[in-house]
């Protein structure tokens, strides 16, 4: 069993930048990424970053590329989105991803 909880989210203006952590804890897999996706008031669950615990490359969305780093502490099982230079279309709740195990979300809202 894994759990992950997501803070940092916020209201912010456009051009604010947030950091969000997600933290892991029980038994992590090694061979899974984590990840980051969002979902936005009326539309689907989109994929925004994804990191492995160990070595590999990040992988982004095509919106989020040069705006969002994705990051991780293995020692503190914590996974990190920096987002920078928001736009009110950032605006979604964002959930942390591990294997088949999900966090609960936190909301991020931009305004223009």
């Known amino acids: 069993q894994v759990q992950l909880v997501e803070s940092g989210g916020g209201l912010v203006q456009a051009g604010d930048s947030l950091r969000l952590s997600c933290a892991a804890s029980g038994r992590t897999l090694s061979n899974y990424n984590m990840a980051w996706y969002r979902q936005a008031p009326g539309k689907e669950r989109e994929f925004v970053a994804a990191i492995p615990w160990s070595g590999g490359r990040t992988n982004y969305a095509d919106s989020v590329e040069g705006r969002f780093t994705i990051s991780r502490d293995n020692a503190k099982k914590t996974v990190y989105l920096q987002m920078n230079s928001l736009k009110p279309e950032d605006t979604a709740i964002y959930y942390c991803?591990?294997?088949?195990?999900w966090g609960q979300g936190t909301q991020v809202t931009v305004s223009s």
């Open positions: 991803k591990h294997a088949q195990y």
